[in-house]
Nanobody, 123 residues
Framework: VQLQASGGGLVQAGGSLRVSCAAS????????MGWFRQAPGKDREFVAA????????FYADSVKGRFTISKNNSKNTVHLQMNSLKPEDTAVYYC?????????????????WGQGTQVTVSS
């Protein structure tokens, strides 16, 4: 399984950014996909996840209403649209995939990790 994240960068507080993840190596359509993040000096934490159909989404309370996760099965990609960004959203964002589905990632580490992409929000 390979998960290639892209789209990170530097943005001012209140701005928007989209990170994307391209998946290969498994049957993409049957797996939950998600995003985690790790800020300097902090533990890695769950951010968002989407079911294999795209019909169910899950979010951490800290990003609800600001972030939107979506997936495109035909292109084997998942996106995280981040709006109203705050300095505390600064972190390395990691793409993840799990054959047990999306909801399991809200309470467990995923089966597969991608490499991270840096998101920095300046105040």
């Amino acid at each position: 399984v390979q998960l290639q994240a892209s789209g990170g960068g530097l943005v001012q507080a209140g701005g928007s950014l989209r990170v994307s993840c391209a998946a290969s190596g498994l049957t993409f359509g049957n797996y939950g996909m998600g995003w985690f993040r790790q800020a300097p000096g902090k533990d890695r934490e769950f951010v968002a996840a989407v079911s294999w159909t795209g019909g169910r989404t899950f979010y951490a309370d800290s990003v609800k209403g600001r972030f939107t996760i979506s997936k495109n099965n035909s292109k084997n990609t998942v996106h995280l649209q981040m709006n109203s960004l705050k300095p505390e959203d600064t972190a390395v964002y990691y793409c993840a995939q799990d054959p047990r589905g999306a909801q399991v990632m809200t309470v467990n580490w995923p089966a597969y990790w991608g490499q991270g992409t840096q998101v920095t929000v300046s105040s």
